[in-house]
T-cell receptor
Framework: GDSVTQMEGPVTLSEEAFLTINCTYT??????LFWYVQYPGEGLQLLLK?????DKGSNKGFEATYRKETTSFHLEKGSVQVSDSAVYFC???????????FGKGTKLTVNP | DTGVSQNPRHKITKRGQNVTFRCDPI?????LYWYRQTLGQGPEFLTY????????KSRLLSDRFSAERPKGSFSTLEIQRTEQGDSAMYLC???????????????FGPGTRLTVL
């Protein structure tokens, strides 16, 4: 079945550091790919998405590129801020399916 | 519009008791989803409604679990004869399919944390 694997956390960075959170997926069809973020005490929020190969999703300085050849969707940000501290989830949804399949999440802590 | 709301936010119960959670989706969202998230894991899909029809159920949803959406608006998730393994965060999400869209964005509520003693 479909699955998402993302790098183990927690990840601790200093403010203005470069961030990469790796995500790879297994899917039978042509999924859409997502990054969701969960800030402390809040619900999951969609951070960015990509619906086909080579698409780049971006939002709030975060970027991720849909790489079909490597089945990857790595999250990057050039300069993290303390306010980026949260848990980040990579997810996929098969075309025509309503359900999201999530990775285990990666907790990011950014120190001033 | 205040987003997806869930009640209660926390529930502590004893093993063997029944519990019911409520989810109020974003107005006019015709799709509603339930997920379960255990500690250190990502959310796992349980079931989904389009309007009042329950169209998909995960194998995770044992016969002790039942979900309803009687008028196509709010939904309830009931767990009968709770077990300690049911302890988790139960998340609700809603979406509105856009015409021609290849995906639909799901908006999540804050969740109900269940602890079974």
């Amino acid at each position: 079945g479909d699955s998402v694997t993302q790098m183990e956390g927690p990840v601790t960075l200093s403010e203005e550091a470069f961030l990469t959170i790796n995500c790879t997926y297994t899917a039978t069809g042509y999924p859409s790919l997502f990054w969701y973020v969960q800030y402390p005490g809040e619900g999951l929020q969609l951070l960015l998405k990509a619906t086909k190969a080579d698409d780049k999703g971006s939002n709030k300085g975060f970027e991720a590129t849909y790489r079909k050849e490597t089945t990857s969707f790595h999250l990057e940000k050039g300069s993290v801020q303390v306010s980026d501290s949260a848990v980040y989830f990579c997810a996929l949804s098969e075309w025509g399916s309503e359900k999201l399949v999530f990775g285990k999440g990666t907790k990011l802590t950014v120190n001033p | 519009d205040t987003g997806v709301s869930q009640n209660p936010r926390h529930k502590i119960t004893k093993r063997g008791q029944n519990v019911t959670f409520r989810c109020d989706p974003i107005s006019e969202h015709n799709r509603l989803y339930w997920y379960r998230q255990t500690l250190g894991q990502g959310p796992e899909f349980l079931t989904y409604f389009q309007n009042e029809a329950q169209l998909e159920k995960s194998r995770l949803l044992s016969d002790r679990f039942s979900a309803e959406r009687p008028k196509g608006s709010f939904s309830t998730l009931e767990i009968q004869r709770t077990e300690q393994g049911d302890s988790a965060m139960y998340l609700c999400a809603s979406s509105a399919r856009l015409a021609g869209a290849s995906y639909n964005e799901q908006f999540f509520g804050p969740g109900t944390r269940l602890t079974v003693l």
